[in-house]
């Protein structure tokens, strides 16, 4: 791993800022090569218990003055003015500013903070909380080849990491990998409620969903197999996954699916666009 040397900051020390932490910590970036911003308290203190040596602050001044890698994790409501603050502050010469606001679009960023600027937006997904997550990511013009091997790796420290050179490709990915993590627990939570109403104790319920869910997913983790294959392979013409699926596709679960993505992918678009 080349992330070795740079020094990293966060804006914003949630959710998302402490699956990456976690990530990097795991990774053996040393803590004392991070900094937090984060103003709630008791947030702080959590950070102070993930690893000793972390440099924790309420001032954003102070992290973006000394970090190599700047990672905005605030909500997107938040960004402005966090921008504004930045923009008004002197900041290392090639400092990469790594933003994973939802909606924000780079060039919000480099409007912000100077056409120059190394930018990399980020699409990551909740499972980066346990290392499983999905990062989509996109650079400015002034990312050069060195911040995109770093970018790539430190959001690879959550889980997969991908780039993309279009930009107006993240609406879809924020329908897919962004919001996805919610359709499939929706459907969990439908078929732990319906193995309930078969007659199943809960805590079996739970198991059953959960771990079949799982197993899904690590089979269908392998690329090479056709998702349509896979369901073939254990549907029997007229067996009970057949009688199954047979009622899925009557109440048409494939329409259902594609107009969910595309309501996903529009009110992303919505989100993005500057307010009037
Ligand atoms: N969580 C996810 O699954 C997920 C997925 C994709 C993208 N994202 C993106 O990740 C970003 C962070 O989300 P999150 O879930 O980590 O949110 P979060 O848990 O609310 O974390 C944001 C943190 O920023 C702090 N903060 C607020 N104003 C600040 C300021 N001016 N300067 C510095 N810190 C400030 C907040 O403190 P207070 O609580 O005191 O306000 C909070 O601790 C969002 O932009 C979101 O779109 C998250």
Not at 113 to 128: E, I, K, S
Not at 233 to 259: N, Y
């Amino acid at each position: 791993m080349t992330i070795g040397t740079p020094s990293i900051g966060f804006i914003g020390g949630g959710n998302m800022a402490q699956a990456i932490i976690g990530g990097l910590l795991r990774a053996g970036v040393p803590a004392r090569q991070l900094a937090v911003a984060e103003p709630d308290d008791g947030c702080r203190h959590r950070l102070a218990a993930l690893a000793a040596g972390m440099r924790l602050t309420a001032a954003n001044h102070e992290v973006a003055a000394l970090a190599d890698v700047l990672v905005l994790a605030v909500k997107p409501q938040v960004m402005p003015a966090v921008l504004a603050g930045l923009a008004s502050q002197q900041r290392p010469p090639g400092q990469l500013v790594m933003s994973v606001a939802a909606g924000m679009p780079v060039a919000s960023i480099t409007a912000a903070l100077g056409a120059n600027t190394a930018v990399v937006r980020v699409m990551p997904n909740q499972p980066a909380t346990v290392g499983a997550g999905m990062s989509v990511l996109v650079a400015s013009p002034a990312v050069n080849a060195g911040q995109r091997t770093l970018a790539l790796e430190l959001a690879a420290t959550t889980g997969r990491a991908l780039w993309i050179e279009d930009e107006t490709l993240m609406d879809a990915v924020t329908a897919v990998s962004g919001s996805g993590p919610a359709y499939f627990y929706l459907l969990m939570e439908l078929m732990e409620a319906g193995a309930v109403d078969l007659g199943l104790p809960r805590d079996l319920a739970r198991t059953l969903v959960r771990q079949t869910a799982l197993g899904a997913a690590r089979t269908a983790t392998d690329e090479s197999r056709d998702l349509a294959d896979l369901r073939r392979s254990v549907t029997s013409p007229g067996g009970t996954t057949a009688a199954a699926l047979a009622v899925m596709e009557q109440a048409g679960i494939r329409e259902t699916l594609c107009r969910a993505l595309v309501a996903a992918r529009d009110r992303s678009i919505e989100l993005g666009r500057p307010s009037p």
